[in-house]
């Protein structure tokens, strides 16, 4: 928990907001500024900024509750999709740093884009530059395997 962070504020019932789901490592709440009806914000208890710093027991206690949650806030919001995402920092437009997965449904009708539409490459990237990109990734994750 931090003092001054207002999803850890939420946490502890010092400022009001609409939650539907709790239990004893995630919450879930509805946006204050909804891009669609039924955006829903689901935090982890513990005050975290990014998702690379979550502990492997939250990570794991987030995404069950964001999996189990999605069909349900559709079904009560009568949309038949939804974009899920986090903006995993401050450059990527993270503005309250405690981490939180943005669940929007969506609809046909609803005006929005695709989630890849959120940036564009400066440049093409061809075959060759993939296979670079990915060999270095394949360099930085060789401690997973
Ligand atoms: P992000 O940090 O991913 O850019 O988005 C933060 C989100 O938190 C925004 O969509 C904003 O509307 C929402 N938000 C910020 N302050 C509050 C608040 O006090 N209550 C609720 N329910 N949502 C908030
Ligand atoms: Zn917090």
Redesign the pocket.
Known sequence: MSGQC?FCR?IRGE?P??KVYEDERALA?????PSTPGHT?VIPKTHVSRIEDLSEEDASALFRVLHRLVGRIQSAVGAPASTIG??NGQES????PHI?I?VIPRSRSDRGGIIQGIARPQRHIGREELSQIAERIREHTADLS
């Not at 709440?29 to 500024?33: Q, V």
């Open positions: 207002v939420i400022i907001s609409e709440f509805l946006d204050i500024h914000l986090i903006n437009g993270q503005e309250v939180h943005h």
